[in-house]
């Protein structure tokens, strides 16, 4: 039976008192944080300081005992208390409820096999192999369990599926370097699981309340294709540090250093100009997220620094500006990241001569006219266009031009989107070469001159006051602006009067349906003032007499003969 000596008891009583402690803080701490922060992670934070803090209060207490059996004890206590600290904090977590419990049994069936291997009262060494052994595989399986609950916590299905067949994975492998007694278990490894759980509870929340939080307050300050753009961009961004920072944890908690820099030792192109191997390769990749996420993200920030009524455009054209030289950018750091820099690819590039010039000639004029447009001006995301020779028949449009707006100015390209809804995408060098029609260069004001025909009976100046008034009636007229109805001219069947007045096209791309309201007004405030609006009629002079002759009729009746003359 296990008794404690008198000299040993004092290290395990104080460290019974800092588990009461640690109790009694927890208390105390969940009556603070009550609805007053966010309850999940100060819980596992506090659980993982708890779990570092008994582990590190255990070991120096241990030190202090004169005995080796009763030092492993108290180590092993401390281990034991850790442990079942830390899936508290997984537990809380992930709320799961069904099998919960089956990880504290490994850990205290762990903790019971150093017990039995350390007081055993008779010496067995196939039986003490077997404990040792046994020991280590609870652990391994606990460990195991925690990781799967973890990764369960996780939002993104493809990092949950990562990290629980990673953290399989390399559980399998310290298992096997534990049992050959290569990796040894001290506070580093338990530091390590510890940083795990905490960063898993952070990425948690981050997606759970943070990104829901950050949507809604910029929910009247970006358009929703923006914050959907935003949103899906950080949790990229964030799952992405997480797999880079549980790499490296992992990589420092396995002591696996050697084999992991067999990974960059590993070519897939070894030359004497270019060397990439599996580690850099990888490297790359994770950078290349990394920075094209944070390009993304921070490409829609910015439009935030202008102010709402400018935000549209002159916000658009920052953020294409921002996102071409980001482009480039990145481009050169994930180049120079795999060993390949511009002293490699010259000579590349003059090997193949002429070939790659003509190759990337259009490339380059397209990429060079995007940065002509962004910094000249003249061409901004928001514009308003008409591009002439452009027909979409698919969809009934028949116009030899279309009409639309600028919805990005990309690298080689800019997309139009018209008013049926069709994106067009147009090489950047074709708005250097042609001309373009901007109907928002310096401002939206556009003035519509729309044709009006009424009889000759007609009063000229009632039409004015009718179609007036009509002009004012209709929502899209910029009222600061001058209107005016013109006589146009005498026309062959008709008077033509022209209602001219100014609109925002960027508020009202729909100028078509503009002229039909005004129409649709115009005719029932024409009818009602009894005022016609005439078709075309031709009166058909002859030169000579015409003769007509009719056919008698087959049934015999008379038919009037007589002459008609023009």
């Known amino acids: 039976m296990l008794k404690l000596e008198p000299n040993t008891q004092i290290p395990f009583a104080l460290f019974l008192a800092a588990v009461v402690l640690t109790l009694l803080a927890e208390l105390t701490l969940r009556k603070l944080i009550k609805q007053k922060i966010e309850e999940i992670i100060a819980d596992v934070v506090f659980l993982i300081v708890s779990s570092l803090f008994l582990f590190s209060v255990g070991w120096f207490l241990s030190e202090q005992l004169p005995y080796w059996d009763y030092r492993e004890l108290l180590r092993n206590l401390s281990i034991l208390t850790s442990a079942i600290y830390i899936t508290r904090a997984a537990h809380i977590l992930t709320n799961r409820k069904e099998l919960r419990f089956i990880p504290y049994i490994c850990f205290t069936l762990a903790f019971l096999s150093s017990v039995l291997f350390l007081f055993l009262p008779f010496e067995s060494p196939e039986l003490l192999k077997g404990l040792i052994v046994a020991k280590k595989f609870f652990i391994f399986v606990g460990s195991l369990l925690v990781i799967w609950e973890l990764s369960s916590a996780i939002s993104r299905e493809i990092i949950a599926r990562t990290v629980k067949v990673t953290g399989t994975i390399l559980l399998s492998v310290l298992f096997v370097l534990w049992e050959l007694d290569y990796l040894k278990l001290d506070f580093k490894t338990l530091f390590g699981i510890a940083l795990i759980v905490f960063l898993t509870a952070l990425l948690t929340v981050m997606n759970s309340k943070f990104l829901p939080l950050l949507k809604e307050k910029l929910k009247g300050e970006l358009p929703q294709k923006d914050l959907d753009s935003l949103e899906q961009n950080l949790k990229v961004l964030m799952s992405t540090l997480y797999l880079l920072l549980l790499i490296e944890i992992l990589k420092e908690l396995s002591n696996l250093d050697n084999l992991i820099g067999k990974l960059y030792s590993l070519y897939i192109i070894n030359t004497d100009l270019i060397k990439i191997s599996v580690g850099t390769l990888i490297n790359s990749s994770f950078l290349g997220i990394v920075l094209f996420s944070l390009l993304n993200v921070g490409k829609k920030l910015v439009k935030l620094s202008f102010p709402k009524e400018r935000r549209e455009v002159e916000g658009g054209s920052a953020e294409a500006l921002i996102f071409n030289l980001g482009v480039l950018f990145n481009v050169i750091i994930i180049l120079s990241s795999l060993g390949i820099t511009w002293k490699v690819l010259l000579p590349i590039a003059g090997t193949l001569g002429v070939g790659i010039g003509f190759g990337l000639q259009a490339i380059m004029n397209n990429y060079v006219s995007g940065f002509i447009l962004l910094f000249s001006k003249k061409l901004k995301v928001g514009d308003i266009l008409e591009l002439p020779s452009i027909s979409v028949t698919t969809l009934g449009t028949t116009s030899p031009s279309v009409f639309g707006k600028v919805e990005d100015i990309g690298i080689l390209s800019t997309i139009i989107r018209t008013n049926d809804g069709v994106e067009i995408s147009i090489p950047n060098s074709s708005f ?22 009424v009889a000759y009976s007609s009063d000229p100046l009632k039409v004015k ?39 925002d096209v960027r508020k009202n791309l729909w100028v078509r349906n503009i002229v039909s309201d005004f129409y649709y007004k115009a005719w029932y405030k024409l009818k009602e003032a009894g005022i016609e609006i005439p078709f075309p009629q031709n009166d058909i002079w002859f030169r000579n007499s015409l003769k007509v002759e009719i056919e008698k009729p087959e049934n015999g009746g008379i038919v009037d003969k007589g002459d008609f003359r023009a």
């Open 465 to 503: 006051e009718i179609l007036l008034s009509v002009i004012e009636e209709l929502p899209y007229t910029v009222k600061f602006l001058p209107k005016a109805v013109r006589f146009e001219e005498l026309g062959d069947s008709a008077l033509i009067f022209k209602a001219i007045f100014w609109i």
């Open 432 to 453: 250097i070469n042609s001309p373009i029609v901007n109907f928002s260069y310096k401002d939206p004001y556009v003035r519509l001159k729309i044709p009006v025909g």
